[in-house]
């Protein structure tokens, strides 16, 4: 019978407090996993990786859940009838996203195993938000193992307090923050970065940027230390790559007319010119390729796209409408379009438009937040809605999904700047 928990541990300095990595066989199971401490927070990331490829996809398929436990914080808290956690809180969901964007970009693209990464909040103290530690917690989990990933990544967060710049600041040097900032990113670069400010110079914008990229450095050189310790070898996987005859064919037929078509300025007749082109392109891949799964003549086809855009952009700085890189699309706006709502508008940025509402509530209207990390009153609600009818899509109207959270940023880049709705609540779709 084991006595013990078997258990490796790594520290290093960050922001003035010690952050420790800790490896157990707590979830000996996973591909991966790894314990963060940072203060009285702590966070324990998985990965998990299938063997098979999955057929008939195409896309890579990673999920990422990021779930707070009540017990955290030492709360019990839910409905009288069910003292548990349910669905994700939309503070959850914004988390798993933050994880997603930043390791995402780093995992290959071609890759058709189901991935998952699953991050909990085991302990919360009143200083730490956990959000940065469950980033790097991921990143030494994925690291750490046999899952092919292109990590590690450093992730701080960046507060401007009282004039200074600080690193990973507590929830009450936030508070007042002009700058509150997460930044990811490795050998001195960012892929990642979420924020919210007042009105800041870009000098100030770029010093956080340098002092989160040098703190970012150091975090990647403590991983690749542990990783180059207790690291297992990556597997081989199966990638779901174009056959080298078929790559030449859609050199040879496709991609000077794909070029042609996707630089058609006028949007809804560049998507219908490039749709034909991409109908097609799927007719000859069936009749010439037929041992060659749909999906790859589609990824095939799909990155080309994304390939020409990138490039063009980048050397001849060319966008498919034609506009130069500091452009604007046209602009309209107009208040007051519905007669009896508190407040409405809508805004039109090319083919891209909007409609706002506002609605003034009473005090008793307030939505009541109970969370792991707070308990309070929310005054400011803002609704994000994507209907499919905006894309031109059929799709089942349910309830918000994950996309929906961009309501969020849209409070976070509003509500620096919002004054005396201390009385009136407000609601905002």
């Not at 541990?9 to 952050?19: A, D, P, R, S």
């Not at 790894?34 to 299938?50: H, I, P």
């Not at 995992?107 to 909040?121: A, S």
């Not at 002092?211 to 310790?229: G, P, V, Y």
Request: proline share 4%.
């Amino acid at each position: 019978m084991r006595k013990n928990m078997q258990s490796k541990k790594f520290t290093m300095e960050v922001g003035g407090k010690t952050l420790t990595a800790e490896f157990t066989d707590l979830a000996h199971q996973a591909n991966g996993s790894c314990l963060v401490t940072y203060g009285g927070t702590v966070v324990l990331a998985t990965a998990v990786q299938n063997k098979s490829m999955r057929e008939g996809i195409d896309f890579f398929p990673l999920t990422v859940d990021y779930e707070e436990k009540f017990y955290a914080a030492g709360m019990i808290l839910g409905s009288r009838f069910m003292r548990r956690e349910g669905r994700a809180s939309d503070e959850a969901i914004l988390v798993s996203r933050l994880i997603d964007r930043s390791i995402r970009p780093l995992f290959n693209q071609k890759t058709r195993n189901e991935t998952q990464v699953i991050v909990l909040t085991l302990s919360i103290d009143e200083d730490n938000d956990p959000d940065v530690l469950a980033i790097l917690a991921t990143s030494l989990a994925l690291g750490t193992s046999n899952i092919p990933w292109a990590g590690p990544i450093g992730a701080v967060r960046i507060g401007k307090v009282d004039g200074k710049l600080v690193i990973n600041p507590t929830y009450k040097d936030r508070e007042d923050a002009s700058l509150d900032t997460v930044i990811c990113g490795m050998g001195g670069k960012v892929n990642m970065m979420e924020a919210a400010a007042t009105e800041i110079v870009e000098d100030e914008i770029m010093k956080a940027l340098e002092l989160a990229a040098a703190e970012n450095d150091k975090l990647c050189e403590f991983q690749n230390k542990i990783i180059k310790d207790i690291g297992v070898p990556k597997a081989e996987i199966r990638l779901a790559e174009a056959p080298v005859d078929m790559r030449a064919e859609f050199q040879k037929k496709v991609i000077k007319k794909l070029e042609e078509t996707i630089y058609i300025k006028e949007k809804l007749n560049r998507y219908e010119a490039m749709n034909e082109l991409k109908r097609q392109w799927m007719e000859e891949c069936e009749e010439n390729f037929k041992d060659t799964p749909h999906n790859i003549a589609d990824s095939l086809f799909e990155d080309a796209i994304n390939n020409i855009v990138h490039k063009n952009i980048i050397e001849k700085e060319k966008r498919p409408d034609g506009r130069g890189l500091k452009e604007l699309r046209q602009l309209f706006a107009k208040a007051g379009v519905l007669p009896r709502t508190h407040g409405s508008g809508v805004f039109y940025r090319g083919e891209t438009h909007i409609l706002s509402v506002a609605t003034l509530g009473a005090p008793s209207d307030v939505q009541l937040i109970e969370g792991m990390e707070v308990r309070t009153k929310k005054r400011f609600m803002h609704h994000y809605n994507f209907p499919p009818f905006s894309v031109g899509e059929i799709k089942p109207m349910r309830g918000p999904a994950r996309r929906d959270g961009r309501g969020r940023a849209d409070k976070s880049a509003s509500g620096w700047n919002r004054h005396g709705f201390n009385v009136y609540k407000r609601r905002q779709l």
